[in-house]
Structures are given as C-alpha cells and as structure tokens.
C-alpha cells in the first residue's frame, strides 16, 4: 500500500503565502510523478501542479507564477509554495502520488491523500 500524508494547510489572508508538504511512504517502489490537486466546494477536483522525477513541472493556469511545486526524491516529498493566494484558491488540496509497485511485475499506481483545507479570506 502507498501512503500520502500531507501537513495541515490552514488559513491565509489574500496575498499571503501558505506551504504545503506532502511525504509519500509504504510500497511506494519507484515514484514518477507527484503532484498537488485541489476541489473547492461544488466543484470538480483539478489539477494544480506536477512534478516529474526528472524535475519537470506543469501547473495550472490559474496558479503560474504564483505557485511553486518542488520535490525532494530521497524524502519521497513534494511540496508546494502558494504565495499572492486569493480568496478562489480556497479549496482542498489533495497530494498526488503516481509510480511502478516493486516486483517482477510492473504494477503502476495512482495515489491521492486525505485532503488538507486551504481557506483564504478576502
């Protein structure tokens, strides 16, 4: 099983900047992409940003040069940098984990974490 434990968003004013992290664990094999998605109430889940292991990234339009992915592949982390947030970023934040299971059998995998709310105020 792949585990995607990611820390506590929180709550921000518009224009500050929030962190978040994300730590992958478990029979996580070997990991190719990782990334951040988000779903704000009635509304559809999107993808925000992706890394690959390789280091290239893509993001959403919404949050080019206002967000920044990165990843620390030794930790099997990825974080994400939210700076000049607005009051539509409000949503919760899903980690995104993707990869090949170790064994004789490539298996890929898809995973997601729990969720971390992400509010921010007008």
């Known amino acids: 099983q792949v585990q995607a434990v990611e820390s506590v968003g929180g709550l921000a004013q518009a224009g500050g900047s929030l962190r978040l992290s994300c730590a992958a664990s478990g029979s996580i094999g070997s990991i190719n992409a990782m990334g951040w998605y988000r779903q704000a109430p009635g509304k559809q889940r999107e993808s925000v940003a992706t890394?690959?292991?390789?280091?290239?990234?893509n993001y959403a339009d919404s949050v080019k040069g206002r967000f920044t992915i990165s990843r620390d592949n030794a930790k099997s982390s990825v974080y994400l940098q939210m700076n000049s947030l607005k009051p539509e970023d409000t949503a919760v934040y899903y980690c995104y984990v993707g990869g090949v299971f170790a064994g004789t059998i490539p298996r890929t995998y898809h995973h997601w974490g729990q969720g971390t709310q992400v509010t921010v105020s007008s």
């Open positions: 890394i690959t292991s390789n280091g290239i990234t």
